[in-house]
């Protein structure tokens, strides 16, 4: 089967597109893990599928690199992207996705809003902040992050006892002083660093409020800059977007 793809980034964060509207292409996990591959398919962080929706303006299914699904904030931005330049939306859009629906704003310059679901609580667990953002996130605090193993230390909390057996997202944070923060992170299901993760910079934001960051969150990636917005109550958040970068690598056809 021949498959006309889109690859996108939003800060480093790298995904294959496929616009599926038409409902002409059925994937299965081992196609989709063949698109992740670098070096036997295209390459990708996670492999994004738009397809029609009756209530929304599109439906949107990310899949990890090991197939599973969850949602993908810098996933959800280029999806946002794509649809405004397919023509699909202009300017605002509320789309559905793993966790429900989403709304979006295309700023201009390549830049994305895009609002994230409430958050209800953070939890105090082996030294960290545990919290759920669409995708379960483990933060951790470090005072100097360039030289910090973030994959050996990433795999084993996400192969650890307290987060098994679903696993979970690492993120290593250094505080940078201006509100500004510095993150890296270890993604669950596709088990290495990226240059960049939506959820995992909002985990960390929502974190960091914890010790007296306030909102707008400023967040340096290693693929670029992103900014964290929210309204918080106690240990609640409203009101949280995810603002930053995406953009068209290149598009393509593929036999899989």
Same mark, same amino acid.
């Given at each position: 089967m021949k498959i006309k793809f889109f690859k996108y980034q939003a800060t $480093?964060? *790298?995904f294959?597109?496929?616009d599926n509207r038409t409902g002409n292409y059925t994937l299965t996990i081992e196609q989709i893990m063949r698109l992740c591959d670098r070096k036997f398919g295209v390459g990708c962080d996670g492999v994004m599928i738009i397809e029609n929706d009756p209530e929304f303006d599109f439906k949107l299914s990310y899949y990890n690199g *090991?197939?599973?699904q969850s949602l993908c904030g810098n996933g959800s931005r280029a999806a946002v992207k794509i649809a405004s330049d397919l023509g699909v939306i202009e300017g605002k859009t509320t789309f559905n996705a793993y966790d429900g629906p989403h709304e979006a704003e295309v700023l201009g310059n390549d830049i994305i809003k895009l609002k994230m679901n409430d958050v209800n609580e953070l939890k105090n667990v082996d $030294?960290?902040?545990s919290v759920n953002t669409g995708s379960p996130h483990f933060v951790k605090f470090v005072a100097t992050l360039n030289d910090y193993p973030v994959t050996p230390e990433g795999r084993a909390i996400r192969y650890s006892?307290?987060?098994?057996p679903i696993g979970t997202n690492a993120n290593f944070v250094e505080e940078m002083g201006n509100n500004t923060l510095f993150?890296?992170?270890y993604e669950r299901g596709v088990e290495e660093e990226t240059l960049s993760c939506g959820t995992g910079v909002t985990a960390s934001a929502l974190a960091a409020s914890l010790k007296g960051?306030?909102?707008?969150?400023k967040i340096k990636v290693l693929g670029g800059e992103l900014s964290i917005e929210f309204k918080s109550k106690g240990n609640a958040f409203s *009101?949280?977007?995810?603002i930053g970068p995406a953009r068209k690598v290149f598009e393509g056809e593929i036999e899989i």
């Open positions: $480093g964060n *790298d294959v597109i496929i *090991d197939g599973t $030294g960290g902040v006892k307290t987060f098994h993150v890296r992170t960051y306030t909102s707008p969150v *009101d949280i977007y995810l």
